[in-house]
């Protein structure tokens, strides 16, 4: 389920009543997990109980425009540029606690006329892998961790990043990994962000100081995938809301700042059967289970070929340089923060691996559903994990792509990727990185430009 569970379009009227809403954010995450949609009087919104979109709004890059001579991605969308159905999705109803007149929002799934979901919608995605978990009669339990970055204001592109002032007037330094007092520099925002997520029933759970200036994380309480992900796209448009109120940005780049490390979506994983509410990845005895390393074993057969969903832009892959507290492998280990998967320190029915691959910038209805499919494939294909790793991960080679071509090229020919995903969502998809990375290579960087001009 997402926010609430089993909320029915009768309670949602309710809620909206007894709220006194008079306005409605129809929201659908795009590929890039950035909010689409349309803003709705409340009288318009309960009349059509729904609306409908071009079906090419799902189908755009970061910066706005279209794939136009991809002939897979011409296959998969339209030509005509028909609309899309739109239906609430009660469950998600949340109130935008920085409006001024009482407004509500709430997530839309994407249906096509026959009444199918459009296949390469986010959500769909997650929902497809979720639907196999469920012919299983397994049922997935996840815990994001999400890290960030809050800088300075800054309106020009050209100019690097800084740590934002805190409440003594000075900016971060030096780095203040788990300081309290470096996140009470910050009080100001961070109860306007809990106090924020509290009215929108986000449930989350623990804000730490991470390693760089101005870096901080948010852990999610654990539960259903679907409500992760709805919890983690509401979360992200709340933190920028709520950084610009206080005179900054937050920002979910991978590697927004030259020398700081980059920033990560932990995602922790468990499988439980969906009849006896058992974990599966431990036996009765308490030892581990056979699917528990076969689930190890997918992750590291398929995400090197899932990177360019996880790792999305040309700048996540300098968040995954040696020694920057980032994974370089798809290497496991027991209680070990520098290999790709990592298996906590817990009772038996709390084991969990945690995939630490993913970057703060995916789109989170996409990393939760490509992280499930690879354990799925492990499970169901039975594969066995390499032996544990006992020391340090980021001293061995590289066994992830280190580039979006590279990893593209990985995920357009994963055929079983491919099948437990959807073509046709992996054709559009590859499309439109495909034009990002085409855009950023006719922009020319300062690096380029200070060593390149006179040197050679």
Known sequence: MSIRENFSYNDMEQWLNNKQITEI????????GVARGKIMPRTKFTEERGMRMPEAVLGMTVTGNYPTADAAYERAISATD?????????????????????????????????????????????RRVLKLYAEKDWTPIVAPELEFYLTAKNIDPDLPLRPPAGRSGRSETSRQIYSIDAVNEFDPLFEDIYDYCELMQLDVDTLIHEIGAGQMEINFLHGGPLGLADKVFFFKRTLREAALKHDMYATFMAKPMTGEPGSA?????????SKSGKNIFSNPDGTASQAFSYYIGG?????????????????????????????INIQWGKDNRTVGFRVPESEPQDRRVENRVVGADANPYLALAVTLACGYLGMVEQLEPTPMTVDSAYDLDYQLPQSLSEALEGLRNETHLRQVLGDRFVDV???IKDLEYAEFMQVISPWEREHLLLHV
Do not use: K
Request: proline content about 9%; glycine content about 2%.
């Open 265 to 273: 979506m932990h995602i922790h994983q468990s499988v439980v059967d």
């Open 25 to 32: 954010e129809c929201l659908v995450p795009d590929l890039t």
């Open 82 to 126: 028909r609309d899309m159905i739109l239906r609430a999705d009660p469950n998600t109803i949340a109130l935008v606690p920085w409006a001024v007149d009482p407004t509500a929002q709430v997530i839309h799934d994407c249906y096509f006329s026959d009444g199918t979901l459009v296949d390469f919608a986010p959500r769909s995605v997650l």
């Open 299 to 327: 992750l590291q057969r398929y995400m090197p070929a899932a990177m360019a969903i996880v790792a999305p832009y040309v700048n996540s892959y300098r968040r995954m340089v040696r020694h920057t507290a980032a994974p």
């Open 429 to 431: 998809y590859a499309a």
